[in-house]
């Protein structure tokens, strides 16, 4: 029989990093007119405004992205938490 083990304290911190990340992209401004507005040409500024646009879009998907994963990883320490505890108090009871 082999050993599992699992670092719960790396999952604890990738969690929070991947919250920290979600809410950097989620919390980015609307800098959309600060960039338009210093673009003079009316077809560079088109061409902003579309590539902002696409930014914005595959943004939010990144940040519902970054939530699910870091919702399975929050799950898989809980889950592995859960599990130890529960063979170190049978463990115990076992020893008396």
Known sequence: MSDLTVDLE?????????????????????????????????????????FIDNWDKNRKRLVESLEEVGKMVEGTRDAFKSLDDKLAKSGKKRHH
């Open 10 to 50: 790396l999952l604890k911190t990738s969690a929070k990093q991947l919250n920290a990340i979600r809410k950097e992209f989620k919390n980015l401004d609307d800098w959309k007119d600060d960039i338009t507005s210093a673009v003079g040409a009316p077809e560079l500024r088109g061409a902003m405004t579309d």
